[in-house]
């Protein structure tokens, strides 16, 4: 092929020498055939990729750069050429030896570099390009990597490494015979290592440009064990947009669309969960077209510190619309959102109409609303008991029903997941779901319906898997955000910024959304004011001799069961000190006895649940309420301190509400 190159267009050359053609012929010449070559790669099967089209481009310049040589040189070609071959003149004359030596040499290449692109395998668009020597042996290596591990054939058509450093990403081709993107997923745990990748990092098979490809994220560098501090900028965003919790392996930004997609969080204690709450509230808090309703159980410690500038007066309106710690209020808030989105659907008719659009378009004139559940296991467990619970639940599960259209979302996070913690209701309407540090790989496979995750692709805490819409799950690392970067920071930017519930919807949500502010001050005034001794109950006087408080005389007790009777019950505080705090632990206390469906709870776990892990108020605040200290139990088979549930019972008979 090179051979007949260059006897063609030295016969060129010599034609156009011989009858004194322009040089300019030959650039012109050049021009033509340059451009009609790309718009013939553009058409090719492997398309015009930025190599192929520089390939080509370079040929037809050589050719033209050539023949304007040969053009603009003296007019006796032949007497030239016939000196050349004697003297063997390499002086730069293009009939030379060494100018023909060139002209073959250049065929020579041109023939070979297009053969080479011809069988080069295709590549996705955008992709390509020259290939260096190390990135080639990486390729082999990957390829020999999933024959050995997977036992397939694969061809590596593309590989990228990661603007961070911390990675690359490889494109694989599959061969025929029905090989898929699976048959590497389930081998991604081998093939990190087979690559002797370090603790932290992995492999992720996502999809491919087609069916018969796939895309390997392999990472190299740990980064999700680094701490990720929570972006700076605070500017306005739409709940249209990513609302983003971390990021992933490869440096970019991992979180759901909360538009119409409810979510599910569920991580131990002390695997981040709340913290990645917190930061799911500054994502949606900053949106300009959504408000935050928060429910929080365990005592209202998600929405504390977005209350607080409020609370202290350095801002008109909280950062958080609507924010309740108990099940009354929680349940009302419920009731609240299922009328609004009952209300949406007439109300919100014209405006798809004006959209031309059957999803209810949103703005600062009518914005969604995302409420955020911080613990849920009370709310979520099926075998709840309690009947204001299972109300909240069935009011909720009603909302996932029918509030997607009309712009009211839940996200829920519970502390495991398992058959017995999460209704597989809620569970299979949350199209958005996030996996933390668990118990065991088995929730996490429950979680993700039996999908590929394990928790030894995690870093800690602060880690999980996230999947949003039917995806593979993949790793990510979230954000941190302090307390204090909230108060002062954060929550005044978002109250000055959020938008209003419109006047409709807020009619249709009724006394319960109007009165909200009331409420909320009394609810989270006082756990919001620093710990001192106005926060807590006036001590009791002494009791006069003979005064028992209401408590039976010690001597007829014993009197009355033949033995001598040992009282652990100190003395109650007056009952006007105790009306609002005592009878409040103790009803927390028997929520977390009948959400764990049992008679015994140890101090921790209760202190988790209803003191935000302070053991020492836990055992204050059940002294004072008259359910005693914490007793030696035992629960699920391991010795421990806590209260029974007849303590709890016994105190709240004789505790005014």
């Known amino acids: 092929m090179g051979v007949q190159s260059t006897l063609v267009v030295g016969a060129i050359g010599a034609c156009g020498d011989y009858f004194s053609w322009s040089p300019l012929l030959g650039f012109g010449a050049a021009a033509i055939g340059g451009l009609c070559s790309v718009l013939r790669a553009a058409g090719d099967d492997q398309g015009a990729h930025p ?19 040969v053009w603009a040189g003296p007019e006796d070609w032949l007497a030239r050429f016939v000196a050349g071959l004697g003297a063997g003149d390499i002086t730069g004359d293009p009939l030379s030896l060494a100018g023909l030596g060139t002209l073959a040499a250049g065929a020579q290449v041109s023939a070979h570099l297009d053969l080479y692109m011809r069988r080069r395998p295709r590549t996705p668009d955008g992709e390509g390009g020259l290939v260096l020597r190390s990135q080639a042996r990486l390729e082999a290596e990957w390829q020999a990597r999933i024959a050995r591990v997977c036992r397939i054939q694969v061809e590596i058509t593309s590989l990228r490494h990661w603007d ?39 492999v992720e098979v996502l999809k491919g440009p087609h069916r018969g490809s796939a895309v390997l994220q392999v990472s190299t560098v740990d980064r999700m064990s680094e701490e990720l501090d929570y972006p700076s900028d605070y500017s306005p965003r739409s709940i249209l947009d990513q609302a983003a919790l971390g990021e992933y392996r490869n440096g970019e930004i991992a979180g759901p669309h909360l538009r119409e997609n409810a979510g599910l969080v569920v ?38 510190d977005w209350l607080r500038p409020w609370l202290d007066g350095r801002t008109e309106r909280p950062a958080i619309d609507w924010a309740v710690n108990t099940v009354e209020d929680a349940l009302a808030m419920a009731r609240a959102a299922v009328a609004i989105s009952k209300d949406r659907k007439e109300s919100g008719h014209d405006r798809k109409v004006a959209a031309n659009t059957t999803l209810l378009p949103i703005d600062e004139d009518m914005p969604e ?21 299972r109300d909240l639940r069935e009011t909720l599960n009603l909302a996932l029903d029918i509030a997607r259209d009309s712009a009211v979302n839940v996200v829920f996070s519970a502390l495991g997941a398992t058959s017995t913690s999460l209704d597989t209701a809620i569970k299979a309407q949350c199209a958005f779901k996030l996996g933390m540090l668990c118990e065991k790989d088995a929730e996490l496979a429950y979680l993700f319906d039996w999908g590929q995750a394990t928790m030894d692709d995690l870093a800690g805490v602060g880690s999980g898997f996230i999947r949003e819409s039917g995806a593979a799950p993949r790793p990510m690392g979230g954000y941190n955000l302090t307390p204090r970067r909230i108060i002062d920071e954060l929550a005044p930017a978002v109250s000055q910024r959020q938008p209003t519930l419109d006047e409709r919807a ?9 009165d909200r502010y009331v409420r909320m001050r009394e609810a989270f005034e006082k756990k919001s004011a ?114 029974y549930r007849r303590d709890v019972e016994e105190a709240m008979a004789v505790t005014p509400a």
């Open 51 to 69: 190599d192929r089209v520089v390939i080509h481009l370079g040929r037809w310049t050589g050719l033209g750069g050539w023949l304007a040589w």
């Open 506 to 514: 807020a009619r249709a949500a009724g006394p319960a959304y109007a």
């Open 267 to 304: 991580g131990t204690r002390g695997s981040g969960k709340t913290t990645l709450l917190r930061v799911l509230t500054a994502a949606v808090g900053r949106c300009t077209d959504a408000l935050v309703w928060h429910i929080d159980l365990t005592g209202g410690g998600l929405s504390r």
């Open 369 to 389: 609303i995302v409420i955020i559940i911080d613990e849920g296991k009370t709310i979520l467990a099926p075998s709840i008991r309690d009947r204001l619970l």
């Open 164 to 202: 961070s450093g911390a990675g690359y990403t490889l494109t694989v081709l599959f061969p025929p015979g029905g090989a898929t993107r699976h048959t590497l997923a389930v081998h991604a745990d081998a093939l990190a290592s087979d690559a002797r990748l370090d603790e932290g990092c992995g």
């Open 530 to 643: 620093a710990p001192g001794p106005s926060c807590q109950p006036e001590p009791s006087a002494p009791a006069p001799v003979g005064d028992t408080l209401g408590w039976s005389d010690p001597a007829d007790i014993a009197r009355d069961s033949g033995r001598t009777a040992v009282l652990e019950r100190p003395a109650l505080a007056p009952a006007e000190a105790r009306g609002r705090v005592v009878a409040a632990i103790l009803v927390d206390a028997l929520q977390v006895f009948d959400a764990e469906d049992t008679d015994r709870l140890p101090r921790e776990l209760l202190a988790a649940r209803v003191t935000d892990g302070d053991e020492d108020d836990l055992r204050r605040r059940m002294l004072a309420a008259g359910a005693g200290p914490p007793h030696s139990i035992r629960y699920r088979g391991d010795p421990a301190r806590g209260w």
